[in-house]
């Protein structure tokens, strides 16, 4: 496929190439993340009455696409869930399914959580109980039970509600077995490790042409400015400069200096 952009004005924008392409791929994600999706690092799909069996499976079709032809997948997607359609519940582990729940609730939530498992909070404490009532819990937790509690909030969550998308989803995402990273749970928890970015990786990805001392100097601000990015931020910035929001293997990025004469 010849990928191209019709900007906001019907103009044909002028760039071409695989960029284009995971730029494409990035920006409906982002779409499908913001409207047909819950939960804050990792989500899963949510149920919308205006898409049915047809319209799932034709975003599961725009998953294995990328994935084969671009090696882009959409890292927001909770890993287990998908492990889930390809190969079933009983092959996530209990402790993958907590992970994965700590990473689905918001970064408040997930602190206390985290004080919760640790110790360092009272399984009476206020907050969580209110946590546990957004839930729809109904059990009054203790140390005995909380873990257990969670466990089956994880279930309730990132299996039993999307269920329906799995089943969409499952009979055209199996063809992604034959592929190395989607061999096993354990491979698919890799991929979405590698290709999730953080500062290291990206300035490790960095390939300046540095002639003289400012223009070092300037490549020196570009590494702060990106250490100092939040997780979001990162992303963004890799978008803007790869075209994807995930960081591809051995992807190189390219600097050059205008000249200002």
């Known amino acids: 496929l010849d990928w191209r952009v019709i900007d906001n004005h019907g103009r044909q924008e002028e760039s071409v190439g695989s960029g284009v392409q995971r730029d494409i791929l990035a920006t409906f994600w982002q779409g499908i993340f913001a409207s047909l999706t819950i939960g804050d690092v990792e989500k899963v799909p949510c149920i919308r009455h205006d898409h049915q069996k047809t319209e799932w499976e034709a975003i599961c079709r725009v998953l294995v696409y990328g994935y084969r032809f ?14 889930s359609c390809i190969y079933g519940e009983e092959s996530i582990s209990k402790e993958d399914l907590l992970t994965s729940f700590m990473y689905y609730v918001t970064t408040d939530d997930r602190e206390v959580l985290t004080k919760c498992l640790s110790g360092d909070l009272d399984c009476q404490d206020d907050d969580l109980l209110e946590l546990l009532s957004s839930y729809k819990c109904f059990k009054l937790p203790n140390k005995d039970n909380i873990k257990v509690l969670l466990m089956e909030l994880a279930h309730q969550e990132i299996i039993q509600k999307p269920r329906y998308v799995a089943q969409c989803w499952s009979p055209i995402i199996n063809s992604l077995k034959s592929y190395l990273h989607f061999c096993s749970v354990e491979s698919i928890k890799e991929l979405f490790s590698d290709l999730s970015p953080n500062a290291k990786k990206v300035i490790k990805a960095l390939q300046p042409k540095t002639n003289n001392e400012s223009e070092k100097q300037s490549f020196e601000f570009l ?5 100092s990015l939040d997780r979001s ?15 591809l293997k051995d992807q190189k990025i390219l600097l050059s200096t205008l000249s200002m004469d």
Do not use: E, N, R
Request: net charge positive; with cysteine; charged share 15%.
């Open 233 to 247: 931020s990162l992303k963004g910035f890799l978008k803007f400069v790869t075209g994807s929001d995930v960081l």
């Open 223 to 227: 590494k702060q400015f990106i250490k």
């Open 70 to 83: 671009a090696g882009y997948v959409p890292i927001c997607l909770s890993p287990v869930f998908l492990a």
